[in-house]
């Protein structure tokens, strides 16, 4: 069970182009979900917290113009890059907290398989 | 002080061993504690979570948990080649009820 789907895997292109990553719990209903992006040989850095419903809340540093969350269901969140370019390149990774009992915070964390993002 | 500190390794272990892996925390609030395990160039894994002082043990993994000494840790036993990885500690921090991950311990196993 717990299982979270992230496509694509792989983007490689133009500077300029946006680029739109999805994420999916495919056998719980996922109430937050969160999205992290990770430089090689770095800890993974969060970027954005998004309730199904609501708008994200965006970590101090990620400009929210240029990632868009949209979180429609409780099954599906979507970070779209806006006119991506080199320095967005980066391995970005979604994660899922399903509902729990009084405290969502203590479910676990549930990762997709990350999207290598590269941008020429 | 890190939030959620971890030594970065490389932790080396033969075969058969048991892998012992720490990390301490600073927030005291904290209630909910996780051991992910990444591969490299792959997404974090979900190994063990514990909330209870304590050990919990699943398989070959056993977790631990000290909130006074705001220490938790992973033991790996009868460790593998294939249990090589960088293994993240992570915590609920009671105040932000966000999860915050140590930077990691590269564990590798050697045949």
């Known amino acids: 069970g717990a299982v979270v789907s992230q496509h694509p895997s792989w983007v490689i292109c133009k500077s300029g182009t946006s680029v739109k990553i999805e994420c999916r719990s495919l056998?719980?209903?996922?109430?937050?979900m969160f999205w992290y992006r990770q430089f090689p040989k770095q800890s993974l850095m969060l970027m954005a917290t998004?309730?199904?419903?609501?708008?994200?809340?965006?970590e101090q540093g990620v400009e929210k113009d240029k990632f868009l969350i949209n979180h429609a269901s409780l099954t599906l969140s979507t970070l779209t890059v806006t006119s991506a370019h080199p320095e967005d390149s980066s391995f970005y990774i979604c994660?899922?907290?399903?509902?729990?009992?009084?405290?969502?915070?203590?479910?676990?964390?549930?990762f997709g398989d990350g999207t290598r993002l590269s941008i020429l | 002080q890190k939030e959620v500190e971890q030594n970065s390794g490389p932790l080396s272990v033969p075969e058969g061993a048991i892998a012992s892996l720490n990390c301490t925390y600073s927030?005291?609030?904290?209630?909910?504690f996780f051991w992910y395990r990444q591969y490299s160039g792959k997404s974090p894994e979900l190994i063990m979570f514990?909330?209870?002082?304590g050990d919990k043990e699943d398989g070959r993994f056993t977790a631990q948990l000290n909130k006074a000494s705001q220490y938790v840790s992973l033991l790996i036993r009868d460790s593998q080649p294939s249990d090589s990885a960088t293994y993240l500690c992570?915590?609920?921090?009671?105040?932000?009820?966000?999860?915050?991950f140590g930077t990691g311990t590269l564990l590798a196993v050697q045949p």
């Open positions: 056998d719980f209903q996922a109430t937050t």
């Open positions: 927030d005291r609030g904290s209630q909910s």
């Open positions: 994660s899922a907290r399903g509902r729990g009992g009084a405290g969502y915070s203590n479910q676990p964390q549930h």
């Open positions: 998004s309730n199904e419903g609501s708008k994200a809340t965006y």
């Open positions: 514990i909330y209870s002082n």
């Open positions: 992570a915590v609920v921090g009671g105040a932000t009820n966000k999860l915050i």
